[in-house]
C-alpha cells in the first residue's frame, strides 16, 4: 500500500518588517486610513484568537479537574459566557445507538422546568424539539426560533419553553456522527448572534465534546480500578481462606500426634472449624466396631446438651452414613426426608444441618455435622466443600490416633511379649514416618511447582522477580554489588510449533533451557517467562561486559542445530540487556527495559543482543507519544488529502489525481506516511484514518472532476479483507453523489495475496458499480501474470524505480523492463501509468517506449485540492 496522510489548513501570518514597527507613508491619506483600518481589524482578530485559545486551554484543564460534573458543567458555561452572550445555554448528549437524548446541562432565564440531567429521554417523546431537530439535521442552526422551526421542520410545543427572539444551536460531531449539541438563545431583541458567534460556538463545541468524551473516559477507568480491586480483594480473601485452611490441617495434623487423649484431640478439632465456619452446634458420630449402635464420642451443643449412645435408626445421621455423601439441607428439606420416609426426626429441629461422612481405612466409619438453630447462619456448598476436606484429613487423623493407641493397648497387655512384638512396632514406626516423609515430599513438590515451569523445571516469572527483588534491594544497600537481566526470545521458534508441532516444540524449549542453563554460573538464574521467553539474572558483575560475554555464549550455544525426534532444528536467539540503575524501582521495571532492548535486537536482524539505554527509553517515550498524537489527530480530523496530477505525456493534458495521504501536525507541521505510518497501523488506527480521507476526497471530487478527471483512492489489504467494504465505499460515494467513473482504486500486489477469493469478489462486486481499479507499484513485488489474468484490473501503474533508471540509447535494464510492461499490458487491454517521473528526459523516454499517461514531481507536486484547481485554473467553490 502507498504512503498516504492528511494535512489540516494552516493560517498565514503576515512578517512585520524589523523593531516590529509598521511604516506607513503618510504621502496618501486615503492608504494611511486603510492600513490603519486593516490594523484595527488584524488586532480584533487576534484578541479574538487569544480569547479562543484561553477558552479552550480552560475547557482542557476544567475536564482535567477533580470537579464534580456539576461543577465542570458550571464551569463550560462560564468560559462560553466569556466568548459571546450565553445568559440562556444548554448541552445536550444524544446517544445514536438508543435514539435518547440528555440534558446534562441547562440554563435559562425564561423556562421553569430544568430537565433531570441524569434522564434518558426517548427521542420519541421530543418530537417537536428544535433541539432534536438540530441533531437530525446534524449542522449548525442560527435565527429566531420560529424561523428555525421553519427551517428545520418542527411544530410548536408549549411544553418544550418559550419561543426566543434569536436562537443558536450547533451539534457535537465525532468521526461523522452526532453525539449532542451545544444551544445559545437570547430573550432580548437588542442581543442578537452573528455568523462568527457561530463559527465561534461550533469550534468550542467540538472542544466540550472532547472534554466531555476524557471525563467519560476516565469515569470508566475509574469503573473498571473498582472492579477490579473488587476482584482482587475477593482473590485475596481466597487466599486468606486457602492459607487458614491449610494451617488449619497442619494443626489437627500436629494436634493428633501431640493430643494428651483423645477427648482433647476432639476439643482441638472442634476449636480448629470453628476458626473456619460456624460450629457452635458440633459432634462427631463413630460407629461402634460391631456396626450396630452409634456413639457420639464428642458433642457440644446449644439445644441437647447430652447425645448419649444409640441403636441405628433412621436419622440425617444414620442418612449420611448410608449414603456415604455430604448432607447439607434446611428444615424445608429435613420435612421432606421426613415425609418421605428417608429419616426421623432426633433432639431440637435445626434449621440447617450439615453433615459430612468420616472414612476410615476407605469405609464410611462416622460423622461430622455441624447445624444452626437460627435463620442467622446458613451453610453453604462453600461450607460443606470445606467440612469434607477438614473430614479427611481429621479422618487420618483418627487412623494415627487409632493405630497409636492400638499400639500403646497392645504393649500394656502384652509387655512379657516385647521382644517379640519390637519388629512389628518398628514397622508401624516406619509406615508413620513414611507417611509424614511423603506429606513432606508433596508440601516441597508443591512449592516447588508453584515457583517452577512445569515444561523445562526453570524458575518461573514469580521466582524470577522475587530474586530480581533481592539483588536489587542489595543493590540498594550496596551500589558496589551489580547485577543485570537478561531478556531471551527464540527467533522463528512459532514456525517450528506451526511446521512439526507442539510436541516437538516443547521439547526443543527443554533443549534451549539446557543449552541456556549452561553459559551462566552458579549463582546466576535461568528462568522461563512464558512461551519461547528466557530470562537470566547475572548477579554479582562488574561492568555490562560481562553480560555481553553471557549474552554472546547463549547466542552460539543456540544457533548450533538441535537434532529432536528424529529432525535437524534450527532456531537462534534475540536479547536484550539491562543493568541495574539507581532509577529502577521495582523489578518488573528493569524486566520491561530488558523487554524493550530485545525488540531492538530483533528489529536490527535477530541473533543479536542490544543493551537498553537512554536512547531506547527515549524511543518508546516517543513511540508512545506518536501513539497518543494520532488519536487525537483522528478526533481533531488533521488527515487530508493532497492530489498530485495525472497528466498525458504527450500534450499535458490532464487525466486525472492520485489522492494520497498527509498529517498536518500542530507542532512537527506537514508530516509523510513514512513517519507515522506503522505506528498506525500496529496501533488499529490506519483504517479509521483511511475512511476520514476517503470521505474528504469524495467531498473534493466534484470539484476535482474536470473533464472527465477521475481520483484514485489507495485501499490497504486490510480494507479489502472487509466483507463490507464495497457496500460502505458505495454509500459514501452516494452521500457525496460521485459517479463512479470519477473514482478508481489503487491496489497492491500484497493485498492480492492475501485471501484472493474475497478479494476477487470484492473488486468485482465495484467493477459491476462502475469503480475501476489499478495494480499499483507493478514490477516491484511478484509481478505474476496470474493478477491481471485473474483479478478484475482495469490498468497498472509502472514503479518509480524503473522509471528513475531510464536512459537514453539504453535498450536494456529498466528500458526493457518498461517495454515488457507496455506490451503486456497492450496485449490484455490494460491502461498503464508511469510513476515518479521527475525529469523531461525520463518523460521522452517513456513516450518512446509507447507510454501515453504518467505522473510525478516534474508535472506537480501533491498538493491540497484548492493549490491544484488553481495551478489549473478551475474554480474553488
Same mark, same amino acid.
Given at each position: 500500500?502507498?504512503?498516504?496522510?492528511?494535512?489540516?489548513?494552516?493560517?498565514?501570518?503576515?512578517?512585520?518588517?524589523?523593531?516590529?514597527?509598521?511604516?506607513?507613508?503618510?504621502?496618501?491619506?486615503?492608504?494611511?486610513?486603510?492600513?490603519?483600518?486593516?490594523?484595527?481589524?488584524?488586532?480584533?482578530?487576534?484578541?479574538?484568537?487569544?480569547?479562543?485559545?484561553?477558552?479552550?486551554?480552560?475547557?482542557?484543564?476544567?475536564?482535567?479537574?477533580?470537579? =464534580? +460534573?456539576?461543577?465542570?458543567?458550571?464551569?463550560?458555561?462560564?468560559?462560553?459566557?466569556?466568548?459571546?452572550?450565553?445568559?440562556?445555554?444548554?448541552?445536550?448528549?444524544?446517544?445514536?445507538?438508543?435514539?435518547?437524548?440528555?440534558?446534562?446541562?441547562?440554563?435559562?432565564?425564561?423556562?421553569?422546568?430544568?430537565?433531570?440531567?441524569?434522564?434518558?429521554?426517548?427521542?420519541? @417523546?421530543?418530537?417537536?424539539?428544535?433541539?432534536?431537530?438540530?441533531?437530525?439535521?446534524?449542522?449548525?442552526?442560527?435565527?429566531? !426560533?420560529?424561523?428555525? #422551526?421553519?427551517?428545520?421542520?418542527?411544530?410548536?410545543?408549549? +411544553?418544550?419553553? /418559550?419561543?426566543?427572539?434569536?436562537?443558536? $444551536?450547533?451539534?457535537?460531531?465525532?468521526?461523522?456522527?452526532?453525539?449532542?449539541?451545544?444551544?445559545?438563545?437570547?430573550?432580548?431583541?437588542?442581543?442578537?448572534?452573528?455568523?462568527?458567534?457561530?463559527?465561534?460556538?461550533?469550534?468550542?463545541?467540538?472542544?466540550?465534546?472532547?472534554?466531555?468524551?476524557?471525563?467519560?473516559?476516565?469515569?470508566?477507568?475509574?469503573?473498571?480500578?473498582?472492579?477490579?480491586?473488587?476482584?482482587?480483594?475477593?482473590?485475596?480473601?481466597?487466599?486468606?481462606?486457602? &492459607?487458614?485452611?491449610?494451617?488449619?490441617?497442619?494443626?489437627?495434623? @500436629?494436634?493428633?500426634?501431640?493430643?494428651?487423649?483423645?477427648?482433647?484431640?476432639?476439643?482441638?478439632?472442634?476449636?480448629?472449624?470453628?476458626?473456619?465456619?460456624?460450629?457452635?452446634?458440633?459432634?462427631?458420630?463413630?460407629?461402634?466396631?460391631?456396626?450396630?449402635?452409634?456413639?457420639?464420642?464428642?458433642?457440644?451443643?446449644?439445644?441437647?446438651?447430652?447425645?448419649?449412645? #444409640?441403636?441405628?435408626?433412621?436419622?440425617?445421621?444414620?442418612?449420611?452414613?448410608?449414603?456415604?455423601?455430604?448432607?447439607?439441607?434446611?428444615?424445608?428439606?429435613?420435612?421432606?426426608?421426613?415425609?418421605?420416609?428417608?429419616?426421623?426426626?432426633?433432639?431440637?429441629?435445626?434449621?440447617?444441618?450439615?453433615?459430612?461422612?468420616?472414612?476410615?481405612?476407605?469405609?464410611?466409619?462416622?460423622?461430622?455435622?455441624?447445624? !444452626?438453630?437460627?435463620?442467622?447462619? %446458613?451453610?453453604?456448598?462453600?461450607?460443606?466443600?470445606?467440612?469434607?476436606?477438614?473430614?479427611?484429613?481429621?479422618?487420618?487423623?483418627?487412623?494415627?490416633?487409632?493405630?497409636?493407641?492400638?499400639?500403646? &493397648?497392645?504393649?500394656?497387655?502384652?509387655?512379657?511379649?516385647?521382644?517379640?512384638? *519390637?519388629?512389628?512396632?518398628? =514397622?508401624?514406626?516406619?509406615?508413620?514416618?513414611?507417611?509424614?516423609?511423603?506429606?513432606? #515430599?508433596?508440601?516441597?513438590?508443591?512449592?516447588?511447582?508453584?515457583?517452577?515451569? +512445569? %515444561?523445562?523445571?526453570?524458575?518461573?516469572?514469580?521466582?524470577?522477580?522475587?530474586?530480581?527483588?533481592?539483588?536489587?534491594?542489595?543493590?540498594?544497600?550496596?551500589?558496589?554489588?551489580?547485577?543485570?537481566?537478561?531478556?531471551?526470545?527464540? =527467533?522463528?521458534?512459532?514456525?517450528?510449533?506451526?511446521?512439526?508441532?507442539?510436541?516437538?516444540?516443547?521439547?526443543?524449549?527443554?533443549?534451549?533451557?539446557?543449552?541456556?542453563?549452561?553459559?551462566?554460573?552458579?549463582?546466576?538464574?535461568?528462568?522461563? %517467562?512464558? $512461551?519461547?521467553?528466557?530470562?537470566?539474572?547475572?548477579?554479582?558483575?562488574?561492568?555490562?561486559?560481562?553480560?555481553?560475554?553471557?549474552?554472546? #555464549?547463549?547466542?552460539?550455544?543456540?544457533?548450533?542445530?538441535?537434532?529432536?525426534?528424529?529432525? @535437524?532444528?534450527?532456531?537462534?536467539?534475540?536479547?536484550?540487556?539491562?543493568?541495574?540503575?539507581?532509577?529502577?524501582?521495582?523489578?518488573? @521495571?528493569?524486566?520491561?527495559?530488558?523487554?524493550?532492548?530485545?525488540?531492538?535486537?530483533?528489529? *536490527?536482524?535477530?541473533?543479536?543482543?542490544?543493551?537498553?539505554?537512554?536512547?531506547?527509553?527515549?524511543?518508546?517515550?516517543?513511540?508512545?507519544?506518536?501513539?497518543?498524537?494520532?488519536?487525537?489527530?483522528?478526533?481533531?480530523?488533521?488527515?487530508?488529502?493532497?492530489?498530485?496530477?495525472?497528466?498525458?505525456?504527450?500534450?499535458?493534458?490532464?487525466?486525472?489525481?492520485?489522492?494520497?495521504?498527509?498529517?498536518?501536525? /500542530?507542532?512537527?507541521?506537514?508530516?509523510?506516511?513514512?513517519?507515522?505510518?506503522?505506528?498506525?497501523?500496529?496501533?488499529?488506527?490506519?483504517?479509521?484514518?483511511?475512511?476520514?480521507?476517503?470521505?474528504?476526497?469524495?467531498?473534493?471530487?466534484?470539484?476535482?472532476?474536470?473533464?472527465?478527471?477521475? +481520483?484514485?483512492?489507495?485501499?490497504?489489504?486490510?480494507?479489502?479483507?472487509?466483507?463490507?467494504?464495497?457496500?460502505?465505499? %458505495?454509500?459514501?460515494?452516494?452521500?457525496?453523489?460521485?459517479?463512479?467513473?470519477?473514482?478508481?482504486?489503487?491496489?497492491?500486489?500484497?493485498?492480492?495475496?492475501?485471501?484472493?477469493?474475497?478479494?476477487?469478489?470484492?473488486?468485482?462486486?465495484?467493477?459491476?458499480?462502475?469503480?475501476?481499479?489499478?495494480? =499499483?507499484?507493478?514490477?516491484?513485488?511478484? !509481478?505474476?501474470?496470474?493478477?491481471?489474468?485473474?483479478?478484475?484490473?482495469?490498468?497498472?501503474?509502472?514503479?518509480?524505480?524503473?522509471?528513475?533508471?531510464?536512459?537514453?540509447?539504453?535498450?536494456?535494464?529498466?528500458?526493457?523492463?518498461?517495454?515488457?510492461?507496455?506490451?503486456?499490458?497492450?496485449?490484455?487491454?490494460?491502461?498503464?501509468?508511469?510513476?515518479?517521473?521527475?525529469?523531461?528526459?525520463?518523460?521522452?523516454?517513456?513516450?518512446?517506449?509507447?507510454?501515453?499517461?504518467?505522473?510525478?514531481?516534474?508535472? !506537480?507536486?501533491?498538493?491540497?485540492?484548492?493549490?491544484?484547481?488553481?495551478?489549473?485554473?478551475?474554480?474553488?467553490?
Amino acid at each position: 500500500m502507498k504512503p498516504r496522510s492528511p494535512l489540516s489548513s494552516g493560517v498565514a501570518t503576515a512578517t512585520p518588517p524589523p523593531g516590529g514597527l509598521v511604516r506607513l507613508r503618510a504621502e496618501d491619506p486615503a492608504e494611511l486610513a486603510a492600513e490603519v483600518q486593516r490594523l484595527r481589524v488584524d488586532v480584533e482578530r487576534l484578541g479574538r484568537a487569544e480569547r479562543l485559545q484561553r477558552a479552550l486551554f480552560a475547557i482542557s484543564d476544567l475536564a482535567s479537574s477533580g470537579e =464534580d +460534573t456539576a461543577t465542570v458543567m458550571r464551569g463550560l458555561h462560564e468560559i462560553v459566557g466569556r466568548l459571546m452572550y450565553a445568559e440562556n445555554f444548554y448541552i445536550v448528549r444524544y446517544s445514536p445507538e438508543t435514539d435518547t437524548m440528555r440534558f446534562i446541562y441547562f440554563a435559562d432565564s425564561q423556562d421553569p422546568i430544568r430537565p433531570d440531567p441524569d434522564e434518558e429521554i426517548p427521542a420519541s @417523546e421530543m418530537g417537536n424539539s428544535l433541539t432534536l431537530a438540530l441533531i437530525r439535521h446534524g449542522k449548525p442552526v442560527l435565527g429566531p !426560533s420560529v424561523d428555525v #422551526r421553519l427551517e428545520l421542520g418542527v411544530g410548536r410545543d408549549e +411544553t418544550l419553553g /418559550p419561543d426566543s427572539e434569536d436562537w443558536l $444551536g450547533v451539534p457535537m460531531v465525532d468521526e461523522g456522527v452526532v453525539r449532542g449539541a451545544v444551544v445559545v438563545q437570547s430573550y432580548d431583541p437588542n442581543t442578537r448572534y452573528s455568523e462568527d458567534d457561530r463559527a465561534l460556538l461550533g469550534y468550542v463545541a467540538q472542544h466540550i465534546l472532547t472534554a466531555l468524551a476524557r471525563r467519560d473516559a476516565q469515569e470508566e477507568l475509574e469503573r473498571r480500578v473498582d472492579e477490579r480491586t473488587s476482584e482482587l480483594r475477593q482473590q485475596v480473601a481466597e487466599r486468606e481462606r486457602s &492459607e487458614r485452611l491449610q494451617a488449619a490441617l497442619f494443626r489437627i495434623a @500436629e494436634q493428633a500426634g501431640r493430643s494428651e487423649s483423645i477427648e482433647v484431640f476432639y476439643a482441638e478439632v472442634h476449636g480448629i472449624v470453628s476458626a473456619l465456619l460456624d460450629a457452635r452446634n458440633f459432634f462427631i458420630a463413630l460407629l461402634t466396631p460391631d456396626g450396630q449402635e452409634l456413639d457420639f464420642p464428642y458433642s457440644v451443643d446449644e439445644r441437647d446438651q447430652a447425645r448419649p449412645r #444409640r441403636k441405628l435408626a433412621r436419622g440425617l445421621t444414620e442418612f449420611v452414613l448410608a449414603s456415604g455423601e455430604p448432607l447439607l439441607t434446611d428444615r424445608n428439606g429435613i420435612h421432606s426426608l421426613v415425609a418421605e420416609g428417608k429419616v426421623q426426626s432426633f433432639g431440637t429441629p435445626s434449621v440447617c444441618w450439615l453433615g459430612v461422612p468420616l472414612q476410615i481405612e476407605g469405609a464410611v466409619a462416622g460423622v461430622i455435622a455441624v447445624q !444452626s438453630y437460627t435463620p442467622d447462619y %446458613l451453610y453453604t456448598k462453600r461450607d460443606q466443600e470445606l467440612l469434607s476436606f477438614v473430614s479427611f484429613h481429621i479422618a487420618q487423623a483418627l487412623e494415627r490416633r487409632q493405630a497409636h493407641e492400638s499400639l500403646r &493397648e497392645a504393649y500394656a497387655e502384652l509387655e512379657q511379649r516385647v521382644a517379640a512384638r *519390637t519388629s512389628e512396632l518398628a =514397622d508401624a514406626n516406619r509406615e508413620l514416618l513414611d507417611q509424614i516423609s511423603v506429606r513432606e #515430599r508433596m508440601e516441597h513438590k508443591l512449592k516447588h511447582e508453584a515457583m517452577h515451569d +512445569t %515444561l523445562t523445571g526453570l524458575p518461573n516469572r514469580s521466582h524470577l522477580l522475587g530474586r530480581m527483588g533481592l539483588a536489587l534491594s542489595r543493590y540498594r544497600y550496596d551500589p558496589k554489588q551489580l547485577f543485570a537481566v537478561l531478556f531471551l526470545d527464540l =527467533d522463528r521458534f512459532k514456525v517450528v510449533n506451526d511446521s512439526v508441532g507442539h510436541l516437538v516444540g516443547d521439547e526443543l524449549l527443554k533443549e534451549a533451557a539446557r543449552r541456556i542453563g549452561r553459559c551462566v554460573r552458579d549463582p546466576d538464574m535461568v528462568a522461563r %517467562l512464558g $512461551g519461547d521467553e528466557f530470562a537470566i539474572v547475572l548477579d554479582f558483575i562488574h561492568t555490562v561486559e560481562d553480560a555481553v560475554a553471557v549474552a554472546e #555464549r547463549v547466542i552460539t550455544s543456540l544457533a548450533e542445530p538441535m537434532r529432536i525426534a528424529g529432525k @535437524e532444528l534450527y532456531t537462534s536467539a534475540s536479547i536484550g540487556i539491562a543493568l541495574v540503575d539507581p532509577r529502577y524501582r521495582s523489578p518488573e @521495571e528493569l524486566l520491561r527495559d530488558a523487554d524493550v532492548a530485545m525488540y531492538r535486537a530483533k528489529a *536490527t536482524g535477530r541473533q543479536r543482543f542490544a543493551i537498553f539505554d537512554e536512547h531506547l527509553h527515549e524511543a518508546a517515550l516517543k513511540l508512545l507519544e506518536l501513539e497518543g498524537d494520532l488519536r487525537r489527530a483522528l478526533h481533531r480530523q488533521e488527515f487530508v488529502p493532497h492530489y498530485q496530477p495525472i497528466l498525458s505525456l504527450a500534450d499535458g493534458r490532464l487525466v486525472g489525481f492520485e489522492a494520497l495521504m498527509r498529517w498536518h501536525h /500542530p507542532v512537527r507541521g506537514l508530516c509523510v506516511p513514512g513517519d507515522f505510518l506503522g505506528t498506525a497501523e500496529e496501533t488499529g488506527s490506519l483504517e479509521h484514518m483511511d475512511w476520514q480521507l476517503y470521505d474528504l476526497v469524495c467531498k473534493d471530487i466534484r470539484r476535482l472532476s474536470v473533464g472527465r478527471a477521475y +481520483t484514485t483512492l489507495n485501499v490497504s489489504p486490510r480494507h479489502l479483507r472487509a466483507p463490507d467494504f464495497d457496500e460502505r465505499l %458505495l454509500e459514501l460515494m452516494t452521500r457525496y453523489d460521485v459517479r463512479p467513473a470519477n473514482l478508481r482504486l489503487e491496489v497492491t500486489e500484497g493485498a492480492l495475496l492475501e485471501q484472493p477469493e474475497e478479494v476477487q469478489a470484492c473488486l468485482g462486486r465495484l467493477r459491476d458499480a462502475g469503480v475501476l481499479t489499478l495494480l =499499483d507499484d507493478f514490477g516491484t513485488g511478484y !509481478s505474476s501474470l496470474s493478477y491481471l489474468h485473474r483479478f478484475p484490473l482495469h490498468g497498472l501503474k509502472i514503479d518509480r524505480s524503473f522509471v528513475h533508471e531510464l536512459r537514453s540509447g539504453e535498450s536494456g535494464g529498466s528500458t526493457a523492463i518498461v517495454r515488457a510492461i507496455r506490451l503486456l499490458a497492450d496485449s490484455l487491454g490494460l491502461e498503464v501509468i508511469a510513476e515518479g517521473i521527475e525529469t523531461e528526459e525520463q518523460r521522452y523516454q517513456l513516450r518512446l517506449l509507447g507510454l501515453s499517461l504518467g505522473q510525478g514531481y516534474l508535472f !506537480s507536486k501533491p498538493a491540497s485540492a484548492n493549490e491544484i484547481l488553481e495551478r489549473y485554473g478551475l474554480s474553488v467553490d
